[in-house]
Nanobody, 121 residues
Framework: QVQLVESGGVLVQPGASLRLSCAVAGNIFRINVMVWYRQAPGKERELVAR???????NYADSVKCRLTISRDNAKSTVYLQMNSLKPEDTAVYYC???????????????WGQGTQVTVSS
């Protein structure tokens, strides 16, 4: 069974920095794409940033230059460094991974449980 466990979400003031982590555990052969999504109250879930196995990164326009996605393949972990946080960054942040489990021939997609980030003075 594969599990994605996010951590790092807290209450911070505007302008602060924060780093989210998402660790993937299980019988995994390869993790392909790892993605951070977020969902604010009353809004649809949106893609924030994604990173491929080779390190190619993509960002939503609303977070470019403030958020940085990275991954540690040895630790099966993806990070989201968040700088200059704004109240509109308040949301539940979810980790998503497209991966291949050992013994299987097709990739699967898994979600974490989410971690709450609140930006407020």
């Amino acid at each position: 069974q594969v599990q994605l466990v996010e951590s790092g979400g807290v209450l911070v003031q505007p302008g602060a920095s924060l780093r989210l982590s998402c660790a993937v555990a299980g019988n995994i052969f390869r993790i392909n794409v790892m993605v951070w999504y977020r969902q604010a109250p009353g809004k649809e879930r949106e893609l924030v940033a994604r990173i491929t196995n080779s390190g190619t990164m993509n960002y939503a326009d609303s977070v470019k230059c403030r958020l940085t996605i990275s991954r540690d393949n040895a630790k099966s972990t993806v990070y989201l460094q968040m700088n200059s946080l704004k109240p509109e960054d308040t949301a539940v942040y979810y980790c998503n991974a497209n991966l291949l489990e050992r013994g299987r021939f097709r990739t699967s997609e898994y979600w974490g449980q989410g971690t709450q980030v609140t930006v407020s003075s």
